[in-house]
């Protein structure tokens, strides 16, 4: 069994399942190598505008798998330097190919997102849930820090305060309380999850419709503007609305607007 699902949705949206069901969707060396293998390819494909993440079953992802810590087997084998490499060959993959990558990725958080599964949800651009959509960092219960990333990356959409009480606190935050923290920006009231992954679908095929190139490259300026001084930043996106002024999405965004009609945007 695969522990991550590929499927090609219509309108250039490609759904990326976690399918670790039986741990509820924990993180896997086979998960982290066949995800950064998607990623790579996804993202010279032309076809794909967006990507959504999500996970098999009833949970998002339970992060580590804790029989494995108790038996320091796997991804939690081996003494203190060993373990530090696992990290960064192991684990760390997935924040690097995800924060290289130039398309959107929205989280459709389908049930609990714990610990490093809470982390990941973190990295993706957005995330949409619903009542059975779960949050926490849980690593202070355990013993442990978020060695796959999570203190970059949690603060960056909660603010220093909001993410520091996650981490000492160990607090779960369900359905429409996580929405009113920040960890959602969509939230449906419902406990029908196709109903609530329609919603997402939805969300995804509003960012298919606007100019790709476009799409892209303010992603990329978006990344770019958090880590840099406001001059760095100015500078860059002078660089890229030089480009995307000159492509023909461009074009046809403004043809499409003089004309009263819908713009149609080629794989680019």
Same mark, same amino acid.
């Given at each position: 069994?695969?522990?991550?699902?590929?499927?090609n949705?219509?309108?250039?949206?490609?759904?990326?399942?976690?399918?670790?069901?039986?741990?509820k !969707?924990?993180?896997?060396?086979?998960?982290?190598?066949?995800?950064?293998q998607?990623?790579?390819?996804?993202?010279?494909?032309?076809?794909?505008r967006?990507?959504?993440?999500?996970?098999?079953?009833?949970?998002?992802?339970?992060?580590?798998?804790v029989?494995?810590?108790?038996?320091?087997?796997?991804?939690?084998?081996?003494?203190s330097?060993?373990?530090?490499?696992?990290?960064?060959?192991?684990?760390?993959?997935?924040?690097?190919?995800?924060?290289?990558?130039?398309?959107?990725?929205?989280?459709?958080? !389908?049930?609990?997102?714990?610990?490093?599964?809470?982390?990941?949800?973190?990295?993706?651009?957005?995330?949409?849930?619903?009542?059975?959509? /779960?949050?926490?960092?849980?690593?202070?219960?355990?013993?442990?820090?978020?060695?796959?990333?999570?203190?970059?990356?949690?603060?960056?959409?909660?603010?220093?305060?909001?993410?520091?009480?996650?981490?000492l606190?160990?607090?779960?935050?369900k359905?429409?309380?996580?929405?009113?923290?920040?960890?959602?920006?969509?939230?449906y009231?419902?406990?029908?999850?196709?109903?609530?992954?329609?919603?997402?679908?939805?969300?995804?095929?509003?960012?298919?419709?606007?100019?790709?190139?476009?799409?892209?490259?303010?992603?990329?300026?978006?990344?770019l503007?958090?880590?840099?001084?406001m001059?760095?930043?100015?500078?860059?996106?002078?660089?890229?609305?030089?480009?995307t /002024?000159?492509?023909?999405?461009?074009r046809?965004?403004?043809?499409?607007?003089?004309?009263?009609?819908?713009?149609?945007?080629?794989?680019?």
């Amino acid at each position: 069994m695969a522990h991550l699902i590929v499927q090609n949705l219509t309108n250039h949206i490609v759904l990326l399942t976690l399918n670790n069901p039986q741990q509820k !969707n924990a993180i896997t060396y086979e998960m982290i190598d066949l995800l950064e293998q998607e990623l790579l390819k996804l993202d010279t494909d032309l076809n794909c505008r967006v990507v959504i993440l999500t996970g098999a079953d009833s949970a998002f992802s339970a992060g580590g798998d804790v029989k494995a810590m108790k038996d320091q087997t796997g991804m939690f084998a081996g003494k203190s330097p060993e373990l530090r490499d696992l990290y960064i060959h192991g684990i760390q993959r997935i924040p690097r190919i995800i924060e290289r990558f130039q398309k959107p990725i929205i989280a459709f958080v !389908n049930g609990a997102a714990v610990g490093a599964g809470c982390d990941l949800t973190m990295m993706c651009d957005l995330r949409v849930g619903y009542n059975h959509s /779960q949050f926490a960092e849980t690593f202070n219960r355990l013993g442990l820090v978020p060695g796959d990333g999570g203190t970059f990356f949690l603060q960056r959409v909660l603010g220093y305060s909001k993410a520091m009480n996650m981490f000492l606190t160990g607090k779960f935050f369900k359905g429409s309380e996580a929405f009113q923290y920040g960890l959602l920006d969509y939230f449906y009231a419902t406990d029908d999850r196709e109903l609530a992954f329609k919603e997402c679908l939805n969300l995804a095929e509003t960012i298919v419709n606007m100019a790709p190139i476009a799409v892209r490259y303010t992603k990329k300026a978006m990344k770019l503007s958090y880590l840099s001084t406001m001059e760095d930043a100015l500078e860059a996106l002078a660089t890229y609305q030089s480009i995307t /002024q000159r492509t023909e999405d461009h074009r046809e965004a403004v043809d499409a607007l003089l004309e009263k009609r819908s713009p149609v945007f080629e794989n680019r």
